[in-house]
């Protein structure tokens, strides 16, 4: 009954989303069938180019989807593009190998028969060889639109939209109705997506190739008919509707606002979102949930995006690549640094940043707190060794991260590493699979789950005051966006950030919902 109410009360959201998923599939699918049946004709009349071209393909498929993905980013950049161009690469395979298969497996004796007749190697490939091969290229079809729908979800990663949006941020909030309203509406898409393909199959293949139990009724052949012509217009349709979207946003006054893959980030983005549209006339577009630093800042580098909130500490290290522990610097001296530096290196501009300090700091479980008096980092250090770490993995790779860390207190010596996702991080703490992890200091979830946070006894960790990124020539265009933050500069307090965090992510409030009236409660909005 709960999981129905949630879906009631998101039936917008979700319809959207599950909108933006069809017309993903379908752009992916409709592209590999134009790319790899030709592929597959072209390779089974030259035998010579088979084994290089089905290498390429398997190759291609073996690659993990999220490597691809992350490796196509600095090419693509982030959101609809890279999305499409993966889900097509491995969509190609099935058809290109159903397609040679098919052609090449049918009985040279027919083949004999057909030139004996005196038609052409075209007239026979064009009326004997792929009519007959028909049933088998459309068996590699369904196979890739099946695949082309769970591979989609991924594309939320990079801002691509889509049903797998719900996923990740049904992990994220650790909400499983958030993960089934995204997971359920796939799952039911594919099958339908299946269904039709079935239909479209048999009215592709030649009456007189059909078994004797598969032979349709008049009504059934005009059904299928029907299918077909529904299917071409809906396709058409879906290229069409893509194009001017894509066309309108570029013509229309809009500015693309960015976030990352957590709570906070999505606050912060609605927050963002709203001013702008109160404040100016500019039109905003949400691209939220984007897979990390490296991610979110890749889109205002390669114009994805024109703003977004990243973090002081995050900037100075991950981005400046500065190393955190060669000097202790104070708040406004990190925020001097990344200032100019990036003016300097990638004509970005800041605003003020905000009071709220979300720097990193190591969490126990309380019994483990308990058991072991521990109050400090320091006092981990002696212990380190009887506990299991489950870090995020962005945590684990960053210098200002785990790697700092344990050159800062050099007696850590944990008995297992076990880095995951964000959220799930604080599900292993409960289900005590795991003992310490990494926390943000604003984190909804440290009330949630009653994390015990030691003290930083050595002032290891940055500051990570979160400040408006925008791009310089987003501002030349508009101006007005010039300190469009700034009034938050001393609201957002270390409580108020975890009070908005908790809101989401324990009483499963929405981001924008908690963001609206967040702003309302200050009057920052009209």
């Keep these: 009954m709960n999981f129905l109410n949630y879906l009631l009360e998101n039936k917008e959201q979700i319809f959207i989303l599950l909108k933006e998923h069809i017309e993903l599939t379908i752009l992916s699918v409709t592209l590999a069938i134009l790319i790899g ?19 390429v393909a398997n190759t291609i498929q073996a690659i993990p989807s999220m490597a691809l993905l992350g490796f196509l980013i600095p090419f693509f950049g982030i959101g609809f593009v890279p999305s499409i161009f993966m889900v097509v690469l491995y969509s190609l395979l099935p058809i290109i190998k159903n397609t040679f298969m098919s052609i090449s497996g049918i009985n040279p004796q027919i083949k004999e028969a057909a030139e004996g007749i005196g038609m052409t190697r075209l007239q026979i490939l064009f009326k004997v060889q792929i009519p007959m091969a028909l049933p088998i290229i459309m068996a590699g079809v369904r196979i890739s639109a ?53 239909i479209i199959e048999k009215a592709v293949v030649p009456y007189g190739l059909r078994l004797n139990e598969d032979k349709s009724s008049k009504r059934e052949r005009l059904f299928q008919k029907f299918t077909v012509i529904a299917v071409i217009a809906v396709v058409i349709f879906t290229f069409f509707n893509v194009g001017v979207k ?74 400046l690549n500065h190393n955190p522990i060669s000097e202790k610097l104070s708040s406004e001296d990190v925020y001097n640094v990344v200032k100019k530096e990036l003016g300097d290196k ?74 995951m996702d964000d959220a799930l991080r604080y599900k292993s703490l409960d289900l005590k699979e795991s003992d310490v992890i990494d926390v943000f200091s604003t984190d909804g979830l440290i009330k949630t789950y009653d994390v015990k946070v030691l003290e930083d006894d050595k002032n290891y960790f940055l500051p990570y005051h979160a400040v408006l990124l925008i791009k310089n020539e987003t501002l030349e265009k508009h101006p007005e966006l010039l300190g469009i933050s700034n009034e938050l500069e001393n609201i957002m307090t270390d409580e ?4 908005l965090n908790y809101q989401v992510d324990d009483l499963k409030r929405k981001p924008e919902e908690v963001a609206h009236e967040f702003l309302t409660k200050y009057q920052l909005i009209d």
């Design 37 to 55: 049946v030709p592929i597959g004709i072209i390779v089974s009349q030259f035998q010579r180019i088979n084994k290089p071209v089905m290498g």
């Design 146 to 198: 099946v695949t082309a729908v769970g591979l989609m979800t991924i594309a939320a990663y990079i801002g691509a939209g889509g049903l797998g949006y719900l996923v990740f941020s049904g992990i994220r909030t650790a909400n499983n109705y958030q993960i089934l309203a995204g997971a359920i509406p796939a799952c039911l898409l594919a099958l339908f997506i299946d269904f039709v393909a079935s």
């Design 246 to 319: 894509k066309f309108s946003e570029k013509r229309n006054s809009t500015v693309t606002i960015a976030t990352k893959d957590f709570t906070e980030q999505e606050i912060l983005g609605n927050i963002l979102a709203e001013l702008v549209e109160n404040k100016t006339d500019l039109k905003v577009k949400r691209k939220f949930g984007l897979g990390g630093t490296q991610v979110a800042f890749g889109a205002l580098k390669t114009g994805e995006a024109d703003l977004y909130m990243e973090y002081t500490g995050t900037l100075y290290t991950a981005i």
């Design 346 to 419: 990638y004509n970005l501009s800041l605003d003020k940043q905000l009071k709220f300090n979300n720097t990193y700091r190591i969490g126990v479980r309380k019994d483990i707190a308990s058991n072991y008096n521990l109050k400090t980092i320091s006092d981990l250090e002696r212990v380190s060794s009887n506990l299991i770490l489950s870090p995020t993995l962005e945590f684990m790779n960053r210098k200002d991260g785990f790697l700092g860390l344990k050159n800062m207190y050099t007696d850590l010596d944990f008995k297992k590493i076990v880095p």
């Design 496 to 499: 108020v950030m975890r009070e």
